[in-house]
């Protein structure tokens, strides 16, 4: 079942200019992450935040968590065409390693 | 980390028909997922494949439709039978487990019933 939403469910940016995604969870969390996904293909995951951590760098890539608001942010930097895609964040389950994903960020960047 | 493939990577299919889909990882692993993703939608957990025993179903999901096999720690098929146009999807299967944090995915069967 799903319990992240995203927001913007569409972003439209020029390359060069910063890209900002939010996430949103209904129950607790020992970790969320970010993947991204290409024209309908297979998913690449980007970064992993633990709950005890309140921000995170990867590259380009800046990932907040508050989880006292149970939201997260992912901020790409200096985007390129080559970050047009999906872009979703998941969460863990209570039990195993499954995990519950949002609807998703369509980002395009436009040259 | 783990390297997945997936076959078919996409099919077009009649409705009635069945398709299996084969998902291999290049090492052993404990956990393994199928997914299912429909058009514009995010992805929705089928079942955990569990190795040597019945697959565990969510909700919505049942075996009779989607049976599920994983006779070693390396590979998992997915069949999704009896298609109906609304099975046009794409099919994920992931890997999880040991020391990894992250849940990895194979590149998906992007599957079509007409």
């Known amino acids: 079942s799903q319990q992240g939403e995203e927001d913007p469910q569409a972003l439209s940016i020029q390359e060069g200019e910063n890209a900002t995604m939010n996430c949103s969870y209904k129950?607790?969390?020992?970790?969320l992450q970010w993947y991204r996904q290409n024209s309908g293909r297979g998913l690449v995951h980007l970064i992993l935040i633990r709950s005890n951590e309140r921000e995170k760098h990867s590259g380009r890539l800046r990932v907040t968590l508050d989880t006292s608001k149970k939201s997260s942010s992912l901020l790409i930097t200096a985007s390129r065409a080559a970050d047009t895609a999906s872009y979703f964040c998941a969460t863990d389950r209570d039990s195993g390693y499954a995990l519950n994903f949002g609807k998703g960020t369509s980002l395009l960047v436009t040259p | 980390s783990a390297v997945i493939s997936q076959k078919p990577s996409r099919d077009i299919c009649q409705r009635g028909t069945s398709l299996t889909i084969q998902c291999q990882v290049d090492?052993?692993?404990?956990?393994m997922f199928w997914y299912r993703q429909q058009p514009g939608q995010s992805l929705t957990l089928i079942a955990t494949a569990n190795q040597g025993s019945e697959a565990t179903y969510e909700s919505g999901f049942v075996i009779d439709k989607f049976p599920i096999s994983r006779p070693n720690l390396t590979f998992s098929t997915l069949t999704v039978s009896n298609m109906s146009p609304e099975d046009s999807s794409i099919y994920l299967c992931s890997v999880a487990g040991g020391n990894w944090e992250t849940q990895y995915f194979g590149p998906g069967t992007r599957l079509l019933v007409l």
């Open positions: 090492s052993q692993v404990t956990m």
């Open positions: 129950t607790s969390i020992n970790n």
